[in-house]
C-alpha cells in the first residue's frame, strides 16, 4: 500500500501522454514480486513476462524479438537462494551479475528504462544500519557479492535506471519466511527464532506498487535521472520479531500457532551465507523523489496472514 505525497509533480506537454499504451518486459514473474506486478498492471499497460525457455537469465538470449514494441524493462529475476549460491556462485553470477548487465545494456539500445531490483545483502555483515543509498557496500556473501555487481552492471550499461533495494520480501505467494513460520508453528509446539539481525520486511504487494510508480515516471518522464533507491515497508524489527507478529496475527484468525518462540542467537543457528546482523533501510529518499511511503511492516504481516488464513479456510 502506497502512501504518495500530494505535491506529486505536475506533468508537462514534453511527457508521454496520458493514455498512451505501454508494453513492459518483466523478469522473474513467477516470484513474489513478479505475481504482485502482474496483478497491478495499470490500465493502458501490457506487462509481459516470458518463462525460462524464452528468456533464461542463466543465459540471457539475444533480445531483439522480446523487446520489441517495449516501453520498460523491469528486473525482478535473481538467484535468490542465499545459502545454496555459496556452492553454486557460477550460477549465481550468471543470474544476478551477468544478466542484469545484458538487460540493461539492451534497454539502452532501445531507448528505454530498466528498474532493477537489488538487496539489502550489498552491505556489510558487521555495519550498523539503516543504510541510506550513498553508503559504502562491503557484502559478506556469494548472493550479496553477485548482486552488488549486478548494481555495478546496471549504472555502467548507459541505459537510464532505477536500482531499487529491498529487503525481507514477504507475501501470501512463494516460498518466504511468514510462510515457513506458518507452516513450522502449526507442526511444532516450540521454535528457536535469530533474534540479533534486524531488518525491515517488505511486502512484496507494496513493493510491486512502489516499482509501478517509478516505471510510470521514468517513461512519462525522460528527464527522470537514474540513481538508487531503498524501498521497504515502515519500522524495523528481527526475524524473532517477525515470527511474534506473525503468530499474534494468526492466533487472531485462529490458525494453530506454537506454545514458544525462543529468542536465539544468530551463533546458535548457523548457515552457509553469513547475513547483515543490522539491514535495515533509509527509506528517505526514495519518499522525497518520488512520493513513496510504504504503509508500517505490521500492518503488511497481518495483511499477509489474513489472506494466507482465509485460503486456508477455503480449502
Given at each position: 500500500?502506497?502512501m504518495?505525497?500530494?505535491?506529486s509533480?505536475t506533468?508537462?506537454?514534453?511527457r508521454?501522454?496520458?493514455?498512451?499504451s505501454?508494453?513492459?518486459?518483466l523478469?522473474?514473474?513467477t516470484?513474489?514480486?513478479?505475481?504482485?506486478?502482474?496483478?497491478?498492471?495499470?490500465?493502458?499497460?501490457?506487462?509481459?513476462?516470458?518463462?525460462?525457455?524464452?528468456l533464461?537469465l542463466?543465459s540471457v538470449?539475444?533480445?531483439e524479438a522480446l523487446?520489441?514494441?517495449?516501453?520498460a524493462?523491469i528486473n525482478c529475476?535473481?538467484?535468490?537462494?542465499v545459502?545454496?549460491?555459496?556452492?553454486e556462485?557460477?550460477l549465481?553470477?550468471?543470474?544476478?551479475?551477468?544478466?542484469p548487465?545484458?538487460?540493461?545494456?539492451a534497454?539502452?539500445?532501445?531507448?528505454?528504462?530498466i528498474?532493477h531490483?537489488?538487496?539489502?545483502?550489498v552491505?556489510a555483515?558487521?555495519?550498523?544500519?539503516?543504510w541510506a543509498?550513498?553508503?559504502?557496500?562491503?557484502?559478506?556473501?556469494?548472493?550479496?557479492?553477485?548482486?552488488?555487481?549486478?548494481e555495478?552492471?546496471v549504472q555502467?550499461?548507459?541505459a537510464r535506471y532505477?536500482i531499487?533495494?529491498?529487503?525481507w520480501v514477504?507475501?501470501?505467494?512463494?516460498?518466504?519466511?511468514?510462510k515457513t513460520?506458518?507452516?513450522?508453528g502449526?507442526?511444532?509446539d516450540?521454535l528457536?527464532?535469530v533474534?540479533?539481525?534486524?531488518?525491515?520486511?517488505?511486502?512484496a504487494?507494496?513493493?510491486a506498487?512502489a516499482l509501478?510508480?517509478?516505471?510510470?515516471?521514468?517513461t512519462?518522464?525522460?528527464?527522470?535521472t537514474s540513481g538508487i533507491w531503498?524501498?521497504?515497508?515502515?519500522?524495523?524489527t528481527?526475524w524473532h520479531?517477525l515470527?511474534?507478529?506473525?503468530?499474534a496475527?494468526a492466533?487472531s484468525?485462529?490458525?494453530k500457532v506454537?506454545?514458544?518462540?525462543?529468542a536465539?542467537a544468530?551463533?546458535e543457528?548457523?548457515?552457509?551465507?553469513?547475513?547483515?546482523a543490522?539491514?535495515?533501510?533509509d527509506?528517505?529518499?526514495?519518499a522525497?523523489?518520488?512520493?513513496?511511503?510504504?504503509?508500517p511492516?505490521?500492518?503488511a504481516v497481518d495483511?499477509?496472514?489474513?489472506q494466507l488464513a482465509?485460503?486456508e479456510?477455503a480449502?
Open positions: 500500500m502506497l504518495p505525497e500530494s505535491d509533480p506533468p508537462n506537454p514534453s508521454k501522454r496520458e493514455g498512451d505501454e508494453k513492459w518486459l523478469t522473474g514473474g516470484g513474489q514480486v513478479g505475481l504482485a506486478l502482474q496483478r497491478l498492471a495499470p490500465a493502458g499497460v501490457e506487462i509481459v513476462a516470458p518463462g525460462r525457455s524464452e533464461d542463466a538470449p539475444p533480445l523487446l520489441a514494441g517495449v516501453t524493462i529475476g535473481a538467484y535468490t537462494a545459502d545454496k549460491a555459496e556452492s556462485p557460477e549465481a553470477y550468471a543470474i544476478n551479475a551477468v544478466a548487465g545484458v538487460l540493461a545494456r534497454a539502452a539500445r532501445a531507448g528505454i528504462p528498474v531490483v537489488s538487496t539489502d545483502y552491505f555483515a558487521d555495519g550498523a544500519g539503516p543509498e550513498q553508503a559504502t557496500i562491503a557484502p559478506a556473501s556469494v548472493y550479496g557479492r553477485t548482486k552488488a555487481e549486478g555495478a552492471a555502467a550499461s548507459g532505477a531499487i533495494r529491498t529487503a514477504v507475501s501470501a505467494d512463494g516460498s518466504n519466511f511468514i513460520m506458518l507452516r513450522l502449526a507442526e511444532r516450540s528457536r527464532v533474534s540479533d539481525q534486524r531488518g525491515t520486511p517488505t511486502h504487494g507494496d513493493l506498487a509501478v510508480q517509478i516505471v510510470q515516471r521514468l512519462a518522464d525522460p528527464s527522470q531503498h524501498c521497504a515497508n515502515a519500522g524495523e528481527t520479531g515470527a511474534t507478529r506473525v503468530f496475527s492466533a484468525h485462529g490458525l506454537p506454545a514458544t518462540v525462543e536465539i544468530t551463533a543457528y548457523p548457515a552457509p551465507a553469513k547475513r547483515p543490522d539491514s535495515r533501510l527509506c528517505s529518499k526514495i522525497i523523489d518520488f512520493g513513496i511511503r510504504l504503509r511492516w505490521q500492518e495483511a499477509i496472514v489474513g482465509e485460503q479456510m480449502a
